[in-house]
Nanobody, 128 residues
Framework: QVWLVESGGGSVQAGGSLRLSCVGSRFPRFAISNRCMAWFRQAPGKEREGVASIRSDANSPYYADSVKGRFTISQDNAKNTLTLQMNDLKPEDTAMYYC??????????????????WGQGAQVTVSS
C-alpha cells in the first residue's frame, strides 16, 4: 500500500530553487493532519537524515542546521499535502528526498526511528 506520494524534485544549478510535494493517499484515506510529518534525505553512501519536521497542531517547524534559513516545510491539511520549498540550493543538498509520517502522537519526528510511513523518494540534484 502506498500511503504517501511525492512529486517535484529534479536538477538545478547551485543557488536555484526546487519544491517537493507529498500527498496522502485518497483510497484508503491517509490524513496528514494530527500527525508529525517530515522530510528526510539520503545521499549516496550516507545515512538517511532528517531535514525538517512539522506538526500542524504543535510547535514551530524544526529544521536541521544544514538547511535552516533555506528550506521551508509546510502543510495544507485541506489539500492533504506536505511541501518542502528549497531555496539557495547547494551541491551538498544533492540526495534522494523522502516524505515521512508518524503513526502516533509525536510532535517532533526527525529521527528514522520516529517514522512509520515513507514516500517513494524524489531525486534532487544540484550542480555547481
Amino acid at each position: 500500500q502506498v500511503w504517501l506520494v511525492e512529486s517535484g524534485g529534479g536538477s538545478v544549478q547551485a543557488g536555484g530553487s526546487l519544491r517537493l510535494s507529498c500527498v496522502g493517499s485518497r483510497f484508503p484515506r491517509f490524513a496528514i493532519s494530527n500527525r508529525c510529518m517530515a522530510w528526510f534525505r539520503q545521499a549516496p553512501g550516507k545515512e538517511r537524515e532528517g531535514v525538517a519536521s512539522i506538526r500542524s497542531d504543535a510547535n514551530s517547524p524544526y529544521y536541521a542546521d544544514s538547511v535552516k534559513g533555506r528550506f521551508t516545510i509546510s502543510q495544507d491539511n485541506a489539500k492533504n499535502t506536505l511541501t518542502l520549498q528549497m531555496n539557495d540550493l547547494k551541491p551538498e543538498d544533492t540526495a534522494m528526498y523522502y516524505c515521512a509520517a508518524t503513526g502516533g502522537t509525536k510532535s517532533l519526528c526527525i529521527s528514522r526511528s520516529d517514522i512509520d510511513y515513507w514516500g517513494q523518494g524524489a531525486q534532487v540534484t544540484v550542480s555547481s
